[in-house]
Structure formats: C-alpha cells, structure tokens
C-alpha cells in the first residue's frame, strides 16, 4: 500500500488527533468521504453532460428571448 506500513499510518493519526482534536474527526472523515465518493462519480460518469449543456445553449440563442424587466 504505498509503502506506508502500520506504525506510518499511526503516527500519522496521531498527528491528525493533535492537529484538529478528536472532535472534528468525524466532520474530516465524512467530508473526504463526500469528495472521493463525488470524484469517483464524475470519473466514471461518460462525458454526456457536455454535449447537452451546448444543445441547451443554441436552443436558448435561437429561441430569441430576451430577459423580461423587472416591475417595481
């Protein structure tokens, strides 16, 4: 793994305790949670997002609205 072994990897926790208290570890731990769960979904995801935002685009341009004024 790496070359990190066990006693790396417990030093390193320590110094995380040291660092942010025990108290934020779940916030850290769920919020990196979030971030590779949301990088792996846009990895694997095929790129279909694109060529849907640029149809969406020439719809709104050759539809020809304009944006309305507000009304006080």
């Not at 060529?51 to 719809?59: A, F, N, R, S, V």
């Amino acid at each position: 793994m790496f070359g990190i072994g066990m006693p790396e990897l417990i030093i390193i926790l320590v110094i995380v305790l040291i660092i942010f208290g025990a108290g934020k570890l779940p916030d850290i731990g769920a919020g990196m949670g979030k971030a590779i769960r949301n990088f792996k979904g846009a990895t694997a995801e095929p790129e279909k997002k694109e060529p849907e935002k640029l149809e969406d685009q020439k719809e709104a341009s050759n539809s020809g609205s304009t944006p309305q004024d507000k009304v006080e």
